[in-house]
């Protein structure tokens, strides 16, 4: 079975919902999104340490607007014993300030850290709208020495996710691969969030796989639970599951260190929840 980190959004009321049905044994991921805000993220992500989870808050190059600001972000970190986050390049259309992409806020935060934060990077097993296949890859070769994981885009075939971890060992990028797999979500919603996010190429596969997935993309809901089990045919290719929760969240049975996929299958995330 594979470890699980479930995302949450920022939203208001979500560390009260969180207290309430997640076990502290459950690691969670903190959004960053371009309407909220890195100070949101990381006043979530703060309170959820401090509720005794362990937290990894996402952090956006195009969002934070000064070395200042992060060092103060890293500070804060430290002071609230997260000793993990997840660095992206971020939506903003525009940079809040000097950092466009990931890798220099990863030397920053390995020089701020002294080496000690983990940091997590985004990975496209189907790529991406703005950036070439070739121009992914080699930002992972060159992110790779300052990270400790990829997590990938949300992904609905199995078969892509280990293409994609094969793809990268094949060419030099050797970090533990997390699959982003999407909870049990509304299926107008889900479409609509593939074609946002550059996925409607395994969605449409998905859509081919004969009656089995037609039930699964016919109904009110998506389920993950045959995703998981393709992912499980390949032990050794894939790190964990990185759940997209969208905030609906079910009550976890507790782990020993984080939740499983066997909680996954029957009590992890329904619904999605509206942004604040």
Excluded at 141 to 159: E, R
Excluded at 160 to 169: G, P, V
Excluded at 240 to 265: C, K, W
């Amino acid at each position: 079975m594979f470890p699980v980190r479930i995302e949450v959004i920022p939203s208001q009321g979500i560390v009260e919902q969180v207290q309430a049905l997640v076990p502290t044994t459950t690691t969670l991921s903190v959004t960053c999104l371009p309407h909220h805000g890195i100070e949101r993220t990381m006043r979530t992500a703060v309170e959820l340490s401090d509720a005794g989870y362990k937290v990894i808050p996402h952090l956006a190059a195009r969002s934070i607007r000064s070395r200042a600001e992060l060092t103060e972000i890293v500070r804060g970190c430290d002071a609230a014993g997260i000793r993990e986050v997840f660095v992206i390049g971020g939506d903003r259309k525009q940079p809040a300030g000097m950092y466009d992409s990931a890798l220099p806020v990863l030397e920053d935060i390995a020089q701020y850290s002294s080496g000690i934060m983990r940091a997590g990077v985004a990975g496209y097993p189907e790529g991406h709208p703005l950036v070439s296949p070739l121009e992914l890859l080699d930002g992972l070769l060159a992110k790779q020495h300052l990270a400790s994981h990829v997590v990938t885009q949300m992904c609905f075939s199995a078969g892509k996710i280990h293409d994609y971890a094969a793809l990268l060992r094949r060419e030099g990028v050797h970090l533990p691969v997390w699959a982003g797999v999407a909870g049990s979500v509304p299926r107008t919603r889900l479409v609509a969030l593939s074609t946002q996010i550059g996925v409607g190429s395994s969605l449409r596969f998905l859509s081919r796989k004969g009656p089995l997935a037609r039930k699964l993309l016919s109904g009110d809901r998506y389920s993950p639970d045959s995703l998981i089990t393709g992912l499980e045919s390949q032990p050794g290719s894939i790190a964990g599951i990185h759940l997209y929760s969208f905030n609906s969240l079910d009550p976890l049975p507790a782990g020993p260190e984080q939740a499983t996929t066997s909680a996954l299958q029957t009590a992890l995330i329904r619904g999605a929840a509206r942004d604040n």
